[in-house]
């Protein structure tokens, strides 16, 4: 029955140590988004894929990077990550664009 | 860009009373405003939403008002349940193929039994 996928659920790495977080779904929707959320926070996103089209937020640091080799797998890279990166992320999904987006069950991250 | 403001930041209710969360948002071109409920430790999941071509939206004890020349838009809840005790989530989106949705800062919704 799940639709967005978020493996694993809770991940804890090393300060500066890489990790890649996974997000899949099974909707085939086109469009896939990478939100980070912070305790007591809004979702902000960080970047989006409209199929293979990636579109990164303006203010997302280099440090996160997003892969989608195909329609229903879409991954979160963080390439250093900062105690200040520790926080829930999450993947979410839309037919397009314009349409309603789900959510995944997110990832929380600690950063040792 | 597009900025929306929510309130209250955390709402308490007795059982079986009504909740409202208002949002306001700045951009008039703004088409499209859904409301996400959150639950501890999981993801927002989608509880109702509103285009701009309608000012009421119904779903059981859900519905959603807007006001287009205000800009404002509300969620109202009819006989509180304490599962719906929850970070709700309001957001709108302007109607452009290359927008995202802007998310208020949530509230916190507490229904006491």
């Known amino acids: 029955d799940a639709m967005v996928i978020q493996n694993p659920r809770y991940q804890v790495t090393q300060f500066g140590k890489p990790v890649t977080l996974s997000c899949s779904q099974t909707l085939n929707h086109n469009v896939m988004y990478w939100y980070q959320q912070k305790s007591s926070q809004a979702p902000k996103l960080l970047f989006h894929y409209y199929d293979k089209d990636f579109n990164n937020e303006a203010d997302t640091p280099d440090n996160f990077q997003s892969r989608r080799p195909n329609t229903s797998f879409c991954f979160l890279d963080i390439r250093s990550p900062g105690l200040g990166d520790a926080a829930m992320y999450l993947c979410?999904?839309?037919?397009?664009?314009?349409?309603?987006?789900?959510f995944g069950p997110g990832t929380r991250l600690t950063v040792l | 860009g597009e900025n929306v403001e929510q309130h209250p930041s955390t709402l308490s209710v007795q059982e079986g009373d009504s909740a409202v969360i208002k949002c306001t948002y700045s951009d008039s071109a703004s088409n499209y405003f859904p409301w996400y409920k959150q639950e501890l430790g999981k993801g927002p999941q989608l509880i109702i939403d509103i285009r701009s071509n309608v000012g009421e939206k119904k779903d059981q004890r859900i519905a959603v008002t807007l006001n287009k020349t205000a800009k404002h838009f509300s969620l109202h809840i009819t006989e509180t349940q304490p599962e719906d005790s929850a970070v709700y989530f309001c957001?709108?989106?302007?109607?452009?193929?290359?927008?995202?949705?802007?998310f208020g800062k949530g509230t916190m919704l507490l229904v006491s039994p």
């Open positions: 957001a709108a989106r302007l109607n452009s193929g290359y927008s995202t949705l802007t």
């Open positions: 979410a999904t839309s037919r397009d664009k314009m349409a309603e987006q789900f």
